[in-house]
């Protein structure tokens, strides 16, 4: 009882928060007449799925989140693989020009987009890639976001252990892949958590490359959904809160494992 | 055996699956943008005249350029320090063990699942003057919401707004991860000698976490100095050009003018603009981080 | 004679800046069409699924040509994407363009001219509309296809004007009129504070070239650009300035409201009845039907003009056009010319229609059922067709056509907001955007030979 303050905290800070996802839920239920009235609604009166029904008739959705989930799955797992070898590269090991190419790794994250998409569009075209999981995956499958991130979970690591380790005459190798990566559960949850959002999350460049509808993603599948001749709001909330929603379904998920991996003492000496 | 030799090769090792990726699909477009960057071109890209520093003697000068500095600048500041702020309050209101925690934990950080297109969407429907609910609610406890995305002073803050919600997920997950490495010894040894509250919260709290905050810090001002999608879908860079950020000038010059030389001497611009502010924040910044 | 005389003198204009033949620009006529050709477009949701029903047509109806017809995004999403598609050397047959895109398409000497296919086969378009077709002519020659064409009126809220004591029958026609009307149909709630607005537009470059072309006045010189490359733009003529005027005095006297850039904004605001009246295009009606569901009446008018009504003055068709791309095999553009053929019968144009709101392109679809049933269930549409068929047609009313338009739009809808905000006189707003377009358009010039 005691908490029941922390629990009221919580509980407004979580509405306010959620509140935007929150309305995407309620307008997606509710007729475009209802949407565009005056004060403007909360909830719906009626509440339907017809929105739901019509994003189904209007773009193959099914399709759409298979192919974005297969993607941003490849995505993570190359992330985790060069992100984590970089960040060893980056905290644990020395050489000459270490600095440099750490900021060279951080200088990707510093190029506009602009500047990349278009060569990188007809890289991929001239090597046969268009309208593939291949084209939409690889060439984000190096992360400075993410080399970053371990390494600054890398650096927390006690230098005890990597001494230990050599006294023991384990390899470099060896060292990172027994201890080095179990410990850093967390961190590369976090990683792959992030490198999944963001590639579900794109659309300039699945529109780019990708003609067949079979190929296309989520994001590109909400852009069809805006109309130009007319916005409902309705249908574009149903679109928003269908492509959400394994998301935030994975972050359920994730969030335990983040939680579990932090709470066993990973760093506590 | 020389001295740098084999350590370098084996650091090469480990970082050649990321340089091989960096170098074929961001340094070599670097590269050809850097390229056009010189040069006048046809609307498809070809360049067609070489023009020196033109394209870049042309930006420096213009007012749409200092306008785009300015924007990107207000952008930056009104975003980047509140997200991060926002984000540790929250984090420290999660760290506690209470029951259900979990729930909680996963409401906050949800925003980490919502595109930019997407929350951009939403919160352009929140934002409408009229049929917007903002609006509606600060009505009803008798205040007069502002035009938000027409009046130009307060569509930057809109878009801020919109996005430090947006990356409230990133920071509240990094944060909380940072705050759950923390050692339960150090807060009791302060406790112990006396430290409560508020100093508790600077004293202890902050350096422990600041490797987690110097991380947002750099990697949200990267990623603000990059934000695009917020800006197309609420407000075009307008009204009157105060959301007209450098990446989104090059938007336009790119993809709606075609003019892609011009693009190419913002883009290096902006590029340099963020690397060395990035530099600054390391070798500034990265000094009070403690590292344990 | 005189009958002789205007129908020798089409669009109206310089005749013969060059070949007055195109037929060489096309594959010959004994080309056999390719088997399979690919269409680029940016229709979605209902418009996409009338898209379809025309492709399944045409392949259903022979078996020597198979279109595929791929959504693209949105207009400026698929031009980013074809420029993207023509540097790398992979653009598809056939593409639907935006109506701002045509220099673009044009200068960038990527596409076989329609022209060139109408000269070669003698094909007949005495039945088309004028306007439509000489919006996509360049020196009297059809550039590219009208696919799916639109126009701007007036929508207002019927029952609204009862309860101001209007006629719901008569809408204001003139800037006066218009803002006459808005003054009475304002109200304002107990608190004192707008409840409903008499006039709400949204700052939309293609309204202001709308009422610059209901004024009679160019856009740009060079008969529009279409004599000609366009040297500068004209946004500070009087009529300009008189249509800012009137915008500025509207918004400031309380009875204009300002949605600012955001068009559905605009659309949304009189479903929810916050304005009674706004403009708008076409294509925007049935969804404001099926929205409003019956709650108040629409009505529809004319687009506004000046007081005086300038008899030069009319309207410009607007929506977008498809293109045939020249680096494609001739076969291929074969293909795309027997399919563009089939998509301007009569019969498919009426479907389109029906299914769309656009307008067809043939005079003959208005006989056909679907186009029939059209007219009887939306008779607020006729007044768009009127519209288009009773504007004169001359430069100004053919539009404009500019290597820059997408930034010329852009910055006349900079120079409203600036006007509106109050940051500057009307002089000093219109004197600036036309001087920082001019310098855009030498660039374009100058880098685009």
């Not at chain 2, 934002?127 to 307060?154: C, D, E, K």
């Not at chain 2, 991860?177 to 919260?201: C, K, N, S, T, W």
């Not at chain 2, 924040?281 to 009070?288: C, M, N």
């Not at chain 3, 293109?323 to 291929?332: C, L, N, T, V």
Request: proline letters at 6%.
């Amino acid at each position: 009882m005691r908490h029941l303050p922390n629990y009221v905290v919580l509980v407004i800070v979580a509405l306010v928060v959620a509140f935007p996802l929150l309305l995407a839920l309620s307008y997606s239920l509710m007729s475009e007449s209802e949407i565009a009235t005056f004060p403007p609604p909360v909830l719906p009166q009626a509440p339907s799925l017809d929105n739901y029904a019509t994003v189904f008739s209007t773009i193959p959705i099914g399709r759409y989140l298979l192919n974005s989930f297969v993607v941003a799955g490849a995505v993570v797992a190359g992330q985790i693989v060069t992100a984590s070898l970089a960040a060893y590269a980056f905290s644990f090991l020395t050489y000459p020009g270490r600095t440099l190419l750490f900021f060279a790794f951080l200088s990707t994250l510093m190029i506009p987009w602009e500047a990349t998409i278009i060569p990188n569009y007809i890289t991929i075209r001239s090597i046969g890639w268009l309208d593939t999981y291949q084209g939409l995956a690889v060439p984000f499958m190096a992360t400075a976001f993410g080399t970053f991130l371990l390494r600054q979970g890398f650096l927390q690591i006690p230098k005890e252990l990597h001494d230990a380790a050599r006294i023991d005459g384990a390899s470099s190798f060896r060292f990172f892949r027994s201890i080095v990566v179990p410990l850093s559960r967390p961190a590369l949850a976090t990683v792959a958590i992030y490198a999944f959002l963001s590639t579900y999350n794109q659309y300039f460049w699945p529109l780019l490359i990708t003609n067949q509808p079979l190929m296309r993603t989520t994001q590109v599948g909400i852009a069809q959904l805006r109309f130009e001749e007319t916005l409902r709001w309705g249908l574009v909330m149903a679109g928003v809160v269908m492509v959400a929603a394994p998301t935030l379904a994975l972050l359920i998920v994730g969030q335990r494992q983040l939680i579990r991996g932090l709470t066993s003492g990973a760093v506590k000496g | 055996m020389s001295h740098g030799g084999r350590p370098l090769l084996v650091g090469l090792a480990y970082l050649a699956p990321s340089l091989i990726l960096f170098a074929a699909f961001v340094f070599i477009p670097l590269g050809r943008t850097f390229y056009l960057s010189f040069f006048n071109t046809r609307s498809t890209g070809a360049p067609t005249s070489f023009a020196g520093l033109d394209n870049y003697l042309e930006l420096l000068t213009s007012e749409a350029f200092r306008t785009g500095i300015v924007a990107t600048v207000l952008f930056t500041l009104y975003t980047v320090p509140l997200g991060i702020a926002l984000g540790l309050v929250l984090a420290v209101l999660l760290d506690a063990p209470l029951r259900a925690i979990g729930v909680f934990r996963t409401i906050m950080s949800s925003t980490i699942a919502v595109s930019a297109a997407v929350g951009s969407l939403i919160w352009l429907l929140l934002f409408n003057p009229s049929l917007g609910l903002l609006n509606h609610m600060l009505s009803l406890v008798g205040i007069a919401g502002p035009q938000w995305l027409i009046q130009p002073q307060t569509a930057i803050l809109a878009v801020s707004v919109t996005t430090i919600w947006l990356t409230l997920g990133t920071n509240v997950i990094v944060l909380l991860a940072g705050l759950q490495g923390v050692p339960q010894e150090i807060y009791e040894a302060a406790r112990l000698d006396g430290a409560r509250g508020l100093r508790m919260f600077t004293r202890i709290t902050v350096p422990m976490v600041s490797p987690s905050l110097f991380f947002l810090l750099v990697v949200d001002t990267i990623a603000v100095l990059q934000a695009f999608t917020q800006i197309h879908v609420m407000t075009r860079g307008g009204p009157v050009d105060t959301t007209r950020v450098l990446v989104y000038s090059i938007y336009l010059d790119a993809f709606q003018n075609f003019q892609f030389g011009f693009a190419s001497a913002q883009a290096v611009i902006l590029f340099v603009i963020v690397l060395a502010l990035t530099v600054i924040q390391f070798r500034v910044v990265e000094r009070r981080v403690h590292y344990q | 004679m005189v009958v002789l005389v205007a129908a020798a003198c089409g669009g109206g204009g310089p005749v013969g800046a060059g070949p007055s033949d195109l037929s060489a620009q096309a594959p010959g006529k004994d080309v056999k069409p390719a088997a399979k050709i690919t269409w680029w477009h940016a229709m979605s949701g209902v418009n996409n699924d009338a898209v379809n029903r025309i492709v399944d047509g045409f392949n259903k109806s022979q078996t020597n040509i198979k279109v595929e017809a791929i959504f693209q995004g949105n207009y400026d999403d698929l031009l980013a994407k074809l420029n993207t598609a023509i540097a790398s050397n992979s653009a598809p047959a056939l593409v639907q363009v935006y109506d701002i895109g045509q220099a673009y398409m044009r200068d960038g000497g990527q596409i076989v001219p329609m022209q060139a296919f109408i000269d070669r086969d003698k094909f007949d378009t005495k039945d088309f509309e004028p306007a439509v077709l000489n919006y996509y002519k360049f020196q009297d020659k059809l550039q590219s296809m009208p696919f799916n064409s639109s126009s701007a009126i007036l929508y207002y809220n019927k029952d609204a004007f009862k309860e101001a004591g209007l006629d719901p029958e008569k809408p204001p026609a003139t800037f006066t009129e218009v803002a006459d009307a808005a003054k009475k149909l304002t109200k304002k709630d107990a608190g004192g504070q707008v409840s409903r607005y008499g006039f709400g537009p949204s700052i939309y470059g293609w309204l202001f070239e709308q009422l610059l072309a209901t004024s009679g006045a160019p856009y740009a010189d060079k008969g529009n650009g279409r004599d000609d490359r366009a040297t500068k733009v004209l946004w500070n003529s009087d009529a300009a300035k008189k249509i800012l005027s009137w915008w500025k005095a509207g918004v400031d006297g309380g009875y204009f409201y300002n949605p600012g850039i955001d068009n559905d904004g605009a659309a949304n605001a009189f479903n929810a009845q916050k304005t009674a009246m706004y403009i708008e295009s076409t294509a925007r009606l049935r969804g404001h039907i099926n929205t409003v569901a019956g709650k108040f009446q629409i009505g529809t008018g004319l687009y506004p003009r000046p007081d005086d009504k300038p008899k030069d003055g009319g309207n410009i068709i607007g929506g977008a056009s498809l293109y045939i791309m020249k680096s494609r095999p001739a076969d291929e553009q074969q293909a795309a010319w027997e399919f563009v053929k089939y998509v301007l019968s009569p019969a498919v144009q009426a479907q389109w229609q029906s299914d769309t709101g656009y307008y067809p392109i043939v005079k003959a679809a208005y006989n056909e059922g679907p186009s029939k049933e059209w007219a009887s269930k939306y008779p607020q549409f006729l007044t768009a067709v009127n519209e288009i068929r009773d504007s004169p047609q001359n430069r100004a009313t053919n539009g404009a056509v500019l290597g820059v338009m997408p930034q010329a739009r852009q910055r006349t809808q900079k120079m409203i907001e600036v006007v509106l905000l109050g940051q500057a006189t009307v002089d000093a707003a219109a004197d600036a955007a036309v001087n920082d377009i001019n310098a855009q358009i030498d660039k374009y010039n100058k880098a685009n030979p």
